[in-house]
């Protein structure tokens, strides 16, 4: 237990639905990441938040919009995936971001998008 | 963009047996980090290494650092069939980006 946790664990979508998913964090950090995990692909970082604000988009398509409400939440809310965007997405935590932080993981929600 | 890179990209051992991995990068790093993940789970953080530091130990975990060659390996000693994993190592860009930079992993698969 690593104190992030992720909802759902598993998500089945359609290219059409609407879907959200949740992170939460409750190690008191600052700063929180969301990374898409693709088979035999390197964990690709998606965003980045800093005290609630983007500091990093990483050439993300807009059918993937994060939320952070506050430094405990963090949202992927997701639109119009296409079946390319199947994989594990993990959300992490750590005191601030970057350099010399230990990032604590969530144990990720697997999506598949039909 | 990718920074680490894994060797090998799979490796099969049996239990009490030394594992050893290595990852390369490609830019001047301040820190590299190790993480392992469980099947279909997240990572957890095992050891971060330092640009100044050459060597480190964490139980059975032992993770060396040569910054002229740009690469570091990690060697877990005695393996055991519950170290099964993916193995990752993860860098800053020095100067550049704030954020770690993953590479694609070391199965790693201990035989009992």
């Known amino acids: 237990e690593t104190g992030v946790t992720q909802t759902p664990r598993h998500l089945v979508m359609g290219m059409t639905n609407k879907k959200s998913l949740k992170c939460e964090q409750h190690?008191?950090?600052?700063?929180m990441y969301w990374y898409k995990q693709s088979a035999k692909k390197p964990l690709e970082l998606m965003f980045v938040y800093n005290f609630k604000e983007q500091t990093e988009n990483n050439s993300v398509p807009s059918r993937f919009s994060p939320e952070c409400p506050n430094s405990s939440h963090l949202f992927l809310h997701l639109h119009t995936l296409q079946p390319e965007d199947s994989a594990l997405y993990l959300c992490a935590s750590s005191r601030s971001p970057g350099l010399a932080q230990t990032q604590y993981f969530g144990p990720g929600t697997r999506l598949l998008v039909l | 963009s990718q920074q680490g890179e894994e060797d090998p990209q799979a490796l099969s051992i049996q239990e009490g047996e030394n594992a050893t991995m290595n990852c390369s990068y490609k830019t001047s790093i301040n820190n590299l980090q190790w993480y392992r993940q469980n099947s279909g789970r997240g990572l957890v953080h095992l050891i971060l290494?330092?640009?100044?530091?050459r060597e480190k130990h964490s139980g059975r975990l032992r993770v060396t650092l040569d910054t002229s060659k740009k690469s570091s390996s990690l060697l877990i000693t005695a393996s055991r069939a519950a170290d099964t994993a993916s193995y990752f190592c993860a860098t800053d860009v020095k100067g550049i980006s704030n954020d770690m930079r993953f590479g694609a992993g070391t199965r790693l698969t201990v035989k009992p």
């Open positions: 290494i330092r640009s100044n530091e």
């Open positions: 190690l008191g950090h600052n700063a």
